[in-house]
């Protein structure tokens, strides 16, 4: 089994900084990528910036510039710095971590969400 928590969520004002955190653990033998999602209400959920295993990073649009992906491969860790947050950016966010575990089967695991809210 592997296991994807996330934390760091919470309320913030609009142009205020937070910092999302996510670990992995479990059987895992090797994670190819990983990466954080939203979803607000009523919406569906879309990614917001993803990072491979070799470093390369992806954002979506609206993020681009404020937030920032990073990992800890030690730790099987990632973090989201969110920056100049808007009252757009609140939603549930997920941590997605795609997984080679021990038995050598491939999947993606999720978090249980963490929620972020930006008052204007």
């Known amino acids: 089994q592997v296991q994807v928590v996330e934390s760091g969520g919470g309320l913030v004002q609009a142009g205020g900084s937070l910092r999302l955190s996510c670990a992995a653990s479990?059987?895992?033998?090797?994670?190819?990528?990983m990466g954080w999602y939203r979803q607000a209400p009523g919406k569906q959920r879309d990614l917001v910036a993803r990072?491979?295993?070799?470093?390369?990073?992806i954002y979506a649009d609206s993020v681009q510039g404020r937030f920032t992906i990073s990992k800890d491969d030690a730790k099987n860790a990632l973090y989201l710095q969110m920056n100049s947050l808007k009252p757009e950016d609140t939603a549930v966010y997920y941590c997605?971590?795609?997984?080679?575990?021990?038995?050598?089967?491939?999947?993606?695991?999720w978090g249980q969400g963490t929620q972020v809210t930006v008052t204007s």
């Open positions: 997605s971590a795609t997984v080679l575990n021990i038995d050598n089967v491939g999947r993606s695991y």
């Open positions: 479990g059987r895992i033998f090797r994670i190819d990528g």
């Open positions: 990072i491979t295993r070799g470093g390369r990073t």
